[in-house]
């Protein structure tokens, strides 16, 4: 379970734009508030919600969603909890993005889809939705447009490139305007081009 601590940077005046940013496995909220430094987001209120442990969850994302929990419920919950601080602070769903790399990503991806509606934007680097197979009664809503940017290496270590297209497939029946972009023999890292995308997708 986790302990709901929550690193806040950025624009802490009267902020128009949050952006939750979740790490990746063995990364912490200090770690993934370094990438804000490449993203166009110097106005906005930056948010990092810090797993305990430094893992979201225990296995796979591709592990059957019963192996995960609680310790995914309560990311998610967490996750909720942080969007819910920043709309106290006066900032709209349509006025909030999220980010994350690796298992920060999935998380990034099952808390937008899980709760879709009209976002800011979405940037997941190397990520997909979770379970052993998508369970898509999990999902509802309707993201109303929101812009999103998926990116991906071919081949990953830890996320098929099958689980990106799958999952980039139901934020697109949910009226999310995906951007998906597979990187041959990447490796599991974000690239300055993933960077210039998120800046020029969502981040704008």
């Not at 990438?35 to 969850?57: C, F, H, I, M, R």
């Amino acid at each position: 379970m986790h302990e709901g601590i929550v690193k806040y940077a950025g624009k802490q005046t009267d902020p128009v734009k949050a952006l939750i940013l979740l790490h990746g496995r063995g990364g912490d909220a200090d770690d993934i508030l370094s990438l804000a430094e490449d993203l166009d987001v110097k106005d906005y209120l930056l948010a990092a919600p810090q797993a305990t442990g430094n893992s979201w969850y225990p296995n796979s994302f591709l592990a059957s969603p019963s192996l995960n929990e609680p310790w995914l419920s309560s990311a998610l919950e967490l996750v909720h909890r942080t969007v819910l601080e920043i709309q106290n602070r006066g900032i709209a769903s349509a006025y909030i993005y999220f980010t994350g790399f690796s298992q920060g990503a999935c998380l990034t991806l099952e808390y937008v889809t899980r709760r879709a509606k009209l976002y800011g934007g979405v940037a997941a680097f190397t990520g997909g939705l979770t379970g052993d197979k998508i369970y898509a009664e999990n999902y509802s809503g309707d993201f109303l447009g929101t812009p999103v940017f998926i990116g991906s290496s071919d081949p990953d270590p830890h996320v098929p490139v099958s689980r990106v297209h799958a999952s980039a497939a139901i934020l697109e029946k949910m009226n999310a305007r995906v951007t998906e972009k597979i990187y041959a023999q990447m490796g599991h890292t974000i690239i300055a081009d993933e960077i210039e995308l998120a800046n020029k997708l969502i981040f704008k």
